[in-house]
Every structure is written in structure tokens, then in C-alpha cells.
């Protein structure tokens, strides 16, 4: 692909969560003084967060989460195409892709000036041993839908159970120091241990002492904090669910159950499972990526050693737990550092690093829900969880303003968001 003009091309690999804030909000703070060109595989969004709200409210998912974002990006001036990459070069500044609108096409290449590469993670399912016969999950619209037809047509009201493979973080010398997990997002299996809990009970098949929470790591969803699992775990074991810690991780899923990798299993006629994040494979070994295939950066989301390529979202080493919402923040941290280095009225501005912290607003049926605002993990001393109708339509609102504003959301909108959910209670 040739350039037009002279000046310097972003360009930003994927456009889900974070590639679609990011291409939005460099467009904000680089002005006219770039060409942005986005590219990634499908041209929609998929709105994964709200999967299971559509699923227990018997909707298919993909009727309701797959947003179109093309118009947002052209009124902007922002060059979209459909293409899957397939290798990023580094040293030449180039990324090599192949159209994918009919199969045959030939593989092209792109060069940058500077790469956001926003590529997300492959969602390990098919490491799982048997997960494709019996196992469930929520990250696709697909299999949210498999959960809607089994449940309505399959499901005979037996024990469930719920968790995650074990995760492998990267690890490099040059990242910044961070804390590690042995699961990569365990918000999900919170989320929907409460929301399925309800679900039986509204379908009359019991509650919440069906199903069963299994993590690899010491204590489920340790990136929530001391403070907040000090009072979520107790509140859970009185609610009746039961739990297992330290699994080691998933070594088979089997008709009537799950074998963990330290020899213990559990009987479950319906098993809902997260895999191992996972980078893509031509992201492995590369000279920016960590042990893993995970893009190296600093806090201001910058590869040391190749100053041109940036990361946010899933695909990033920093990105821990992978949340969306550490993506959104970090869009907002890279336009920034673009902005400053090719738009003259932002040559001295002072920039943030990204404040790691988790954000999450999760459903727990009945138009109830549970928000939980923390970096206690990371080190810091915020710690608010809430539940009740408030986390509910924060985070109905947050999709339809997402929708309406193509992944836009106004730079007051999150810190807005946290300031009224921290404090109103309903
Ligand atoms: C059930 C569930 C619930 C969740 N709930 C929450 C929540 O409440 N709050 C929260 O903050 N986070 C939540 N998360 C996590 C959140 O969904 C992810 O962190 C987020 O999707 C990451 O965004 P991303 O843009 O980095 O990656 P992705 O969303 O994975 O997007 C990557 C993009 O890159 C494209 N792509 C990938 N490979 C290629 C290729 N080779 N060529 C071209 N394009 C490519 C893909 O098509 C995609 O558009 C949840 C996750 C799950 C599974």
C-alpha cells in the first residue's frame, strides 16, 4: 500500500475494544498531522462484556452485541480495511497482511511510521482437552448462543461448574514491575456464577448451591483485592456456592466433568470454562514481545527498544488481568504519546502513565449487578465494591453509549462513571 502525502502513517492492528479507542482518540490528539489507517478481520465490534446478560434473557447474543464502527473512523478521516495480519516486521517497519474477503488473496505488505498494535489474544480453547464436546463459555457470541440453546433445550439441571485454565503471563526484564496471575480475566466466572445462580432460581431448577467456582490460583479473582475478597468470598460460601482453589489448571473436560492438572476433579453436567489467554503466534519470539509473545511496554505503553511501536488492550504485557477496561485507559495513554510526538501544539504536554486499576461493573440477574473499583492488587489503597440496581444500568448504559458513540467515550465519561458508583448506592 502506497502513502498519499508525506505525513507519518499510525497505524493500528485490530479494532475491537481497544484498537477502536485508540484510533479514535489519536485522531483526537494528533489532529490532521497523521494518516491513521486501522485494520483487523471483521469490521464489527464485539461487544463481549454483555454476552451474558443477552444469554440468561434467552436473546441471541449476536442480535444485540455486534456493532458496525466504519462510519465512526471515515467521519474522521481514519482509513479502514478488512485483512488479517499476518507478521509484524519490526526492523523494516512493516506488517504483512492478506485481505480476507475471498480466500486466494495474495499476502501484501504496509509500512509505519508508527504501529498501536491492539491485535488482542487468541483465546486458548482448542489447548483444552474435550472442551469441544463439553464445554461451555461466554467470550464469543457463538458460544454465548451454544449457552442459550443448551440451557433452553439440553440442560437437565444438574451440577455446574465454573472457572478458568491456568494463564501464562510473559515475563521480560524490561517490563515494569507488575503482579501475576494464574488466571488471565476471573471477573467472568464471578460474574456469571451470580447471574446463573439466579437463573435457576427464576426456572424454578434451584440456586446458587449448584454450582461449584474453580480457579488455578491461591484465591479466585485476585486482582479484586484483600479487602473486597475478604468480604465477596464469605458472602459467596453463605450464598451456598461451593469452591476450589489451586487446581493447577484444566487438564480434561469429560461428559460428567472437569480434571484438574493436581489430580482432583469435579462432577458437573455443565462446565463453563475461560482458557488461557493467549498471544497469536506470529506474536511469539519477536524482538518486542516478552516470553510469551506479549508486546513489551512501559506505562506509557511504549516498546522500549522499537520507539515507533506501541501496544494497548489484551495484546499488551501489561495488560493483567485482561479487562477491557485497563485497554480503554491505556487507548487514552497512546493517543497521548502520539499526540505529543507529531501534532506541535502538544510537543510539551505532560502525559500520565497508566494507573493500573480494575474498573467492572458485572450482572447478577434481576436487573441487580456488582461494581468493583480497585487497585489494591497493584498496590494502591482504592477499594469500593457495591451491588444492587446502580452496576446494573451503569453497565446496560455503558453499551449504549458505546454503541452510540462508536467506543468514544468522552474523556470525563469513565472518571464520571467511578465518582458516581463509588458514592451512590441504589
Ligand atoms: C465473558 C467476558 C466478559 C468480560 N467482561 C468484561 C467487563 O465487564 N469489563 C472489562 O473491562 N472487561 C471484560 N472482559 C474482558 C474484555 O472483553 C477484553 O479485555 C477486551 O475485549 C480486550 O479488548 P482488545 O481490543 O484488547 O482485544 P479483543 O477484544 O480481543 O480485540 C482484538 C481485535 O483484533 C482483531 N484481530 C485479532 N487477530 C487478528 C489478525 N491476525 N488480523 C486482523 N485482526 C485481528 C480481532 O478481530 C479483534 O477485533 C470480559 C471478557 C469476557 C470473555
Partial sequence: MKKLDDKPTVLVLGCNFAGLTAARYIREECK????????????YINFIPNIPIEVFSNHNPADNLLFPFKKFLESENTHFFMAEVLDIDADNKQVIYKPNERAGAASQKISYDYLVVAL??????????????FGYTFSDTYNGEKVRRFLNEGYKGGPIAIGSQRFKQGTSDKLPKLPSALAACEGPPIELAFSMADWLKNKKLGDAHKITLFTPGEVIAEDAGKTILGK?????????????????????IYKDGIEFLNGTSLDAEM???????????????????????????DLFMHNPDYPEIFAVGDAASVTVPKLGALGHAEAIV????????????????????????????????????????????WGGNISVMQMGRMPYIMKISFKNMYHELGGKIPTWGMPLGEEFSDHIHL
Fill in 120 to 133: 488482542g489474544c487468541r483465546l486458548a480453547y482448542d489447548e483444552i482437552d474435550g472442551f469441544a464436546e
Fill in 334 to 377: 497512546v493517543s497521548k504519546m502520539l499526540g505529543r510526538l507529531t501534532n506541535p501544539k502538544m510537543a510539551n504536554a505532560t502525559i500520565e502513565p497508566l494507573s493500573p486499576m480494575v474498573v467492572c461493573f458485572g450482572d447478577m440477574g434481576s436487573h441487580k449487578g456488582f461494581y468493583m473499583h480497585t487497585n489494591e492488587w
Fill in 32 to 43: 490532521d498531522n497523521v494518516n491513521i489507517v486501522v485494520m483487523d478481520k471483521k469490521d
Fill in 271 to 297: 462446565k463453563i470454562v475461560f482458557p488461557n489467554w493467549e498471544p497469536h503466534a506470529f506474536m511469539k519470539g519477536k524482538p518486542f514481545t516478552d516470553s510469551e509473545g506479549f508486546v513489551i511496554t
Fill in 232 to 252: 465477596l468470598l464469605p458472602m459467596a460460601q453463605e450464598m451456598g456456592y461451593g469452591y476450589v482453589a489451586n487446581t493447577g489448571g484444566i487438564k480434561q
